[in-house]
């Protein structure tokens, strides 16, 4: 299961930024309109999340100017859907649409995969 934490306010930014000194953060930019995003999202629902990352929601149809502001300060190209995983401050993976992996999000994180089949 993944405890989502809503990221509604742009003050939240800075916050996420200061967290992954301690753990990774990771972003996910869904679209409620979009079935490609509901289906990446559902993806990493039925995984789960692993111990270790901060999972933030961004709803990006309600909060589209707070979501231009999460690119404009990572310098990472807006998409949707898209994660985007912060470690020491810094972007360090983010990628969009089918190729967005739970997989990918924890070796990147420098965390162990999950193995099962």
């Not at 930019?29 to 039925?46: D, N, P, V, W, Y």
Request: a negative charge; charged letters at 20%.
């Amino acid at each position: 299961m993944i405890n989502w934490i809503p990221l509604t306010d742009a003050s939240q930014i800075d916050s996420i930024r200061q967290a992954s000194f301690q753990r990774p953060q990771l972003i996910f930019k869904h679209s409620t309109r979009c079935s490609i995003s509901h289906m990446a999202k559902s993806r990493l629902e039925r995984v789960g999340a692993p111990e270790g990352i901060d999972f933030h929601y961004l709803d990006l149809l309600a909060y589209r100017s707070l979501s231009d502001q999460v690119a404009h300060d990572f310098h990472v190209y807006h998409e949707s859907p898209q994660v985007i995983l912060l470690q020491q401050g810094e972007v360090v993976f983010d990628e969009s649409h089918n190729a967005i992996s739970m997989d990918d999000i924890t070796e990147q994180a420098g965390l162990p995969t999950n193995t099962n089949p």
